[in-house]
């Protein structure tokens, strides 16, 4: 709760300093949880928007279905809320056919490694210029707390009230398994951290992964809680020479709570190039 | 001059010719001016020596159906063409190999299962197309030369039509396919006495227009990039696939974007996202694609984003028959997905309807902003047909966005509910014209909103759309309407359309007052028309290729009478025959 409170002051003092990022902000009042990760992440949001100038019409957010999938609402240009774990397909689409566009999409843990687990592998091979905002709070918040497929082992849940019998994913080693050209984490908590993140993660040219570490307050009382993380969580600090395969798979298999870019490819061309490519040399 | 109406199919196994023999055959009679409808089934396997079909319609009129049974079956393998001599006319001609590579066992000869009535013309095919180029191969090219020697036919335009064929081969490809031709003209001419009535002698038809030679799937492609898609994206099913086969080469070069996805959801959520960027976008899919794209389908209504889905039916729930046609997939189209959800469904009844309901559907997709459906078969999909060059759409078909202006930017409501259900729709890049679309039930800002009254308001706006769409709809066939009453009224739709018509004009030459009545536009449904054309006949037929009658069951609802009912799931086209034999009856 402190964090987000500090995140507020934070934007207080930055508007007084005519830093204005409400622009990017909708007239929508959040509908989450008071105390939610999500506002620190909407935060990040607006703030890498603002520093990026990107311009508010040429944003588009798309999202899929769950407390995240309500993101787009909160964000002061064009949005789509679509399907329960299908913000990729739909983002990839529009991003191929209006490449002036940026694209974000968000997904939930259910979203992106449930329901929609089949689509991440495709979208990083493919390395689709979009950044993927994955809201992981390892707990279904929408339909008020079942497991996910980052709720821990033996977690107490509403559909596993005995104890979680399914081993959780690895998302960033997924990531980096499926070959995404950008792979981060960042943390609900570090709205300047994560905001410097979502920056990298818009520039960089290909598909972007960002796993976004944040709690839900209503549903988990024991693992992603605001003072867990706030014990765990800490900066990865990997120098770019650092930011390979080796190392990057060394550390999502280590660093559970380590936040920071772990992977970046900048010369991997991105779908819209490769196909330029091909139908150039055909 | 009499009138040629001639079925011709060639049977072999895979890898004989069989299919490519059908393919000259059909190219030639075109260049004379004939109209041909030709449609193939191979073995549903890829390798091996499965059965193959060329069948093909020639005629000197208008044709409408592929004609149930052959006139001529030309038997490149026995053992084949022995299980195909049942749609073989009881007078039919067979052609077939007189000195096989292997002599034939006693019941191994197609000769010898012939039924008396049959006229039966032994060629020495192999030993014809080994006499020609040293090997077997010919054996195709020796069949058409002697059934080009039987029915007088020209042969040298014939063998042009061979060279054209292989023009892309090396010249021995080409030499030895025309010499096999003509050793199998020649010794056809010198050796066999013509007993049948079958002859092309004196028939010369107006020199023909410049046509296509071309199957639904190649005119779906084609229509889709005269209509300006910029953006497709498919998984690979059998009978649609070809439609992605030829976007993929064709679709960059007009400037698109062609995506192959990882499964048939995430092609019509790419679709989706492609519409709600402004863009033109479609995928192809057949029945188990359609099904898994059943929730995307509620978000294109929805959320008010333009999608057209192709959905060529194959046989059976399922997995099905996927090489087989049906037109089962009625009821998942226009009634299937979840809550009240209008959607336009468009069914070409022909091979060059095809090309028209694409540019329809991708033009009432974007103008509409909604879900377009077409409903293809595996039939109208693969079947052949020569066309004249379809004339591109008008530039008003290219360009239907309804787009907001100053006042609507003032305070831009992207839900706006209006008169026809159309609201001005901002394009992402635009500025003052920024929204949030869901699929939640929203106002007409697009926020999510349940109220009782904004349900029923928004429910009301989607709906309203229907009116004016029906206006845009192509009237529907009607055969004959210059009576006041018919006996009977064969209402169909689809690809059955095309031998309900024909089977009523067959009718009324045997004095049978009839008529017929099919509706590209299925969903929403002319019903007003359907209702004065059931008011005005006695006994209403609806002939359908399933078997629950989905649209009879549909038609009955809007018709509040009983109809008479004629269903088929033999995999096999709609056979005129049948629905003429059902008629009399009735
Ligand atoms: C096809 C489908 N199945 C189930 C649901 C119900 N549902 C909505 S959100 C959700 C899970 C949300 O969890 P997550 O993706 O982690 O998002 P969060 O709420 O935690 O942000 C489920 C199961 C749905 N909307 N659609
Ligand atoms: S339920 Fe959990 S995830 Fe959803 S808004 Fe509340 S705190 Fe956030
Ligand atoms: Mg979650």
Same mark, same amino acid.
């Given at each position: ?29 959040? &509908? ?69 566009? &940026? ?180 | ?40 089934? =191979? ?85 014809? #197309? ?5 090997? #077997? ?8 030369? #002697? ?155 929805? #959320? ?32 299937? *997905?979840? *809550? ?14 095809? =090309? ?58 992207? =839900? ?171």
């Amino acid at each position: 709760m402190e964090v987000i409170e500090s995140a507020y002051l934070d934007e207080k003092i930055e508007t007084v300093r005519g830093i204005d990022f409400l622009q990017y902000r909708s007239q929508d009042l959040p &509908t989450w949880c008071p105390g939610c990760g999500y506002f620190g992440i909407v935060d990040a949001f607006y703030k890498a928007c603002r520093e990026l100038n990107l311009k508010q019409e040429n944003i588009v957010t798309v999202s899929g279905i769950g407390c995240s999938g309500r993101t787009p609402i909160f964000i002061n240009s064009y949005g789509f809320h679509t399907l329960h774990g299908r913000s990729i397909p739909v983002a990839s689409g529009l991003k191929l056919a209006r490449e002036d566009l &940026t694209v974000f999409a968000v997904a939930g843990d259910g979203d992106a490694l449930g329901i929609g687990g089949g689509h991440l592998p495709h979208v990083a091979r493919k390395n689709i210029n979009i950044t993927f905002l994955l809201f992981d709070n390892s707990i279904y918040g929408l339909t008020k707390g079942q497991s996910s497929s980052t709720t821990p082992y033996e977690m107490r849940t509403n559909s596993h009230p005995v104890g979680n019998p399914d081993t959780p994913l690895n998302p960033v080693k997924l990531a980096l398994a499926y070959g995404a050209s950008f792979v981060a984490r960042g943390y609900a908590g570090d709205p300047r951290g994560l905001k410097q993140i979502i920056k990298e993660a818009t520039l960089h040219q290909g598909f972007s992964f960002v796993q976004i570490l944040t709690p839900c307050v209503t549903f988990d009382k024991e693992n992603k809680t605001w003072k867990n993380l706030k014990e765990k969580v800490h900066d990865l600090n990997l120098r770019n020479e650092e930011k390979n395969m080796e190392t990057a798979m060394r550390m999502a298999e280590n660093e559970p709570y380590g936040v920071g870019t772990f992977f970046q490819d900048k010369e991997r061309p991105h779908y819209q190039e490769i196909l330029r490519n091909l139908n150039k040399a055909d | 001059m009499k009138d040629i109406n001639i079925v011709i199919e060639i049977c072999g196994s895979a890898g004989e010719g069989t299919i490519s023999a059908g393919e000259i055959t059909s190219r030639f009679m075109s260049s004379q001016g004939f109209e041909i409808m030709s449609f193939d089934s =191979y073995p549903a396997e890829i390798r091996g020596f499965g059965k193959c079909v060329a069948h093909t319609r020639i005629s000197s009129r208008q044709i409408y159906s592929p004609g149930k049974l052959a006139d001529v079956l030309i038997a490149l393998n026995d053992k084949h063409a022995i299980s195909q001599l049942s749609t073989l006319k009881e007078n039919g001609i067979l052609i077939y190999d007189s000195q096989p590579a292997r002599p034939h066992k006693e019941d191994e000869s197609v000769a010898g299962w012939a039924k008396p009535g049959m006229i039966s013309y032994g060629i020495p095919l192999n030993m014809l #197309a080994h006499k020609a180029s040293g090997n #077997a191969r010919g054996m195709n090219m020796v069949a058409l030369g #002697a059934l080009a020697a039987l029915f007088y036919v020209d042969k040298s335009p014939f063998t042009d039509s061979i060279k054209t064929r292989y023009a892309k081969k090396k010249q021995i490809v080409i030499d030895s396919n025309v010499n096999s031709f003509l050793e199998g003209y020649n010794w056809t001419k010198e050796n066999i006495k013509k007993i049948d009535p079958h002859s092309f002698k004196d028939i010369t038809l107006p020199k023909p227009k410049e046509k296509l030679i071309i199957n639904g799937n190649q005119l779906v492609a084609r229509a889709a990039l005269d209509a300006d898609l910029s953006f497709y994206a498919g998984y690979p099913i059998t009978p649609a696939t070809k439609i992605m086969e030829i976007l993929s080469r064709e679709l960059p070069k007009h400037g698109g974007v062609l995506l192959q996805t990882e499964d048939e959801i995430s092609a019509i959520g790419a679709v989706i996202g492609a519409g709600f960027g402004g863009k033109r976008a479609m995928t192809a899919t057949s029945g188990p694609g359609f099904a898994l794209m059943t929730e995307f389908t509620g978000l294109s209504v929805m #959320a008010e984003v333009p999608a057209v889905i192709i959905n060529s039916q194959r046989a059976g729930p399922s997995t099905g028959i996927p090489t087989k046609t049906e037109q089962s997939d009625f009821n998942s189209a226009v009634l299937g *997905g979840t *809550g009240d959800c209008p959607r336009i469904v468009l069914a070409p009844a022909d091979t060059k309807s095809c =090309y028209e309901a694409t540019v329809l559907a991708l033009y009432l997709a974007e103008k509409y902003q909604t879900l377009v459906v077409v409903l293809l078969d595996f039939f109208l999909s693969n079947s052949i047909r020569n066309i004249n060059i379809p004339e591109k759409p008008s530039s008003e078909y290219l360009d239907a966005n309804i787009a907001p202006d100053k006042n609507d930017f003032k305070d831009y409501q992207r =839900y706006k509910i209006t008169k026809n259900g159309i609201s001005p729709r901002a394009i992402p890049g635009t500025p003052g014209g920024m929204f949030f679309s869901t699929g939640l039930e929203h106002d007409a800002y697009g926020r999510p909103n349940y109220s009782e009254a904004g349900h029923t308001a928004m429910t009301q706006k989607r709906f309203a759309k229907f009116n004016t769409v029906l206006t845009e709809a192509p009237a529907p066939e009607i055969s004959a309407n210059d009576r006041d009453e018919f006996d009977i009224g064969v209402i169909s739709w689809g690809s059955s359309a095309g031998a309900a018509h024909e089977a009523v004009m067959s009718a009324q030459k045997e004095g049978i007052n009839a008529s017929s009545f099919s509706s590209m536009m299925l969903s929403p449904f002319p019903e007003k028309a359907l209702i004065d054309f059931s008011d005005k006949c006695k006994k209403i037929l609806i002939p359908e290729l399933n078997f629950s009658g989905q649209f009879a069951g549909f038609a009955t609802r809007i018709l509040k009478r009983s109809v008479e009912r004629l269903n088929f799931i033999t995999g096999r086209p709609m056979a005129s025959e049948d629905i003429l034999q059902k008629m009399r009856e009735m």
